[in-house]
C-alpha cells in the first residue's frame, strides 16, 4: 500500500498535531472480541511534536516564542479532555551550550505543565540529545524509553536519537524484544519514535540505521501503529501490516521528501499565518466497525493552527 492511506483503515485522530482514538487503533477490536467492542469506551490521546522551543528565525515563524502556547490552549479547551499527551520530540531547538539546553529544557517544561490533561509524555528529539547522548533530557522528563498500557492498549516508547548514527541501538533493540515477548501478538500495540522507523528520505537523515530491525521484531504482532515527529508534515505510510503517522510540527513546516535540493524550513507565509502548522481531527465512526478485522472507518480532515480568538473544536 505504500504511502497511500486506506480509507477504510480504522483510526481517529483530533487535536493540535493530532489526537487519536483509541478504538480507531488496528486490532482494538479483534482484541476485545464481539462483547468487548460493544462496550469499550472510546477514548483519544493528543500528539505534539517538534516544538523547537528556543528557536529564533523570524522568517520561519515570527511567532517561535507563542506558537506552543496557543497549541497548549487549545488541547485545553479540548472537552472531554484527552486521556494523555504526548510530545514526539524536538521539545527544544538544538545548541551546543549545555547550560542553554537545560535552560531551555526546564522553560519548554513549565509550558507544557500548563496542559490539563492528567498525564503528559515526553521522548526526545535530536535537537534535545544529540549534544549529550540525552543526559539532559532525562534529567528533566525521565527515561527516554518506556512502557505504558493504557485501557487495553499496549505503548512502547523508543529512542532513536541519542545515540550517534541515528540508531536504536543493539542494547535497546534487546530490551525492545523483550518487552515485546510481554505483549500478547494478538493485542494492539502502539510505537512512539521521534524519526521514522523506515527509509522514508536518508538524505536528510529521515530514517533509522538500523530501524528495519525494529520493524522485524513487531513482524508477528498482529495490529501495530507507529507514532512519530522529526519531518514537520503530516505523513503516512506502511510497511508490511505496520501503519506509521507522521504528525506536523509546531514551529514550521518541512517540504515534502527529496523536493527539493535542500531541506530547509517553508518560509513563514504572513497572509496564511501557521501554515503546515496545526490540528489534524481523524474521526473514528464506532458504529462501522468490523468485528474480527480490526478494521473501521477512517476520516482524516487537517486544519490550520487555530485562531486563538475561536474556541477549539470538541472530539466528535
Do not use: C
Not at 487535536?15 to 480507531?24: D, E, K, L, N, S
Not at 499496549?154 to 524484544?177: C, M, P, R, T, Y
Not at 501503519?243 to 514550521?252: G, Y
Not at 518560509?267 to 501554515?275: K, R
Amino acid at each position: 500500500m505504500g504511502s497511500q492511506m486506506d480509507r477504510l483503515t480504522f483510526i481517529k485522530v483530533m487535536g493540535i498535531g493530532g489526537a487519536v482514538f483509541a478504538t480507531g487503533l488496528p486490532g482494538f477490536a479483534e482484541a476485545l472480541g464481539p462483547a468487548g467492542s460493544a462496550k469499550a469506551s472510546d477514548f483519544y490521546f493528543v500528539q505534539l511534536t517538534d516544538t523547537h522551543w528556543g528557536f529564533e528565525g523570524a522568517k520561519a515563524n515570527p511567532d517561535a516564542k507563542g506558537t506552543l502556547g496557543k497549541a497548549i490552549d487549545a488541547v485545553n479547551a479540548l472537552d472531554p479532555q484527552p486521556d494523555f499527551v504526548i510530545f514526539t520530540g524536538d521539545l527544544t531547538h538544538i545548541t551546543d551550550d549545555a547550560a542553554l539546553r537545560r535552560k531551555r529544557m526546564a522553560e519548554f517544561k513549565e509550558q507544557a505543565s500548563r496542559l490539563k490533561a492528567r498525564q503528559v509524555r515526553f521522548l526526545p528529539g535530536e535537537h534535545d540529545a544529540s549534544g549529550d547522548h540525552g543526559a539532559a533530557f532525562q534529567e528533566a522528563f525521565g527515561p527516554s524509553r518506556y512502557v505504558f498500557a493504557h485501557k487495553g492498549i499496549h505503548f512502547i516508547v523508543l529512542d532513536n536519537v541519542s545515540q550517534d548514527g541515528s540508531v536504536l541501538g543493539e542494547e535497546q533493540l534487546k530490551w525492545f524484544a523483550t518487552e515485546l515477548a510481554k505483549t500478547p501478538k494478538k493485542e494492539p500495540l502502539v510505537i512512539f519514535t521521534h524519526r521514522p522507523l523506515f527509509d522514508l528520505y536518508p538524505d536528510w537523515d529521515w530514517t533509522t540505521t538500523d530501524g528495519q530491525k525494529a520493524l522485524d521484531l513487531l513482524k508477528d504482532h498482529h495490529f501495530v501503529t507507529v507514532f512519530y515527529g522529526h519531518i514537520h508534515q503530516e505523513h503516512h505510510h506502511t510497511t508490511g501490516h505496520i501503519q506509521h503517522h507522521s504528525a506536523t510540527s509546531l514551529i514550521f513546516p518541512l517540504p515534502a521528501p527529496g523536493s527539493v535540493p535542500k531541506r530547509a524550513p517553508i518560509p513563514w507565509d504572513p497572509a496564511h499565518p501557521y501554515l503546515g502548522l496545526g490540528f489534524r481531527q481523524i474521526h473514528t465512526q464506532p458504529a462501522m466497525l468490523k468485528v474480527g478485522e480490526g478494521q473501521g472507518l477512517l476520516v482524516l480532515s487537517e486544519k490550520a493552527l487555530a485562531d486563538p480568538s475561536k474556541a477549539a473544536e470538541k472530539p466528535a
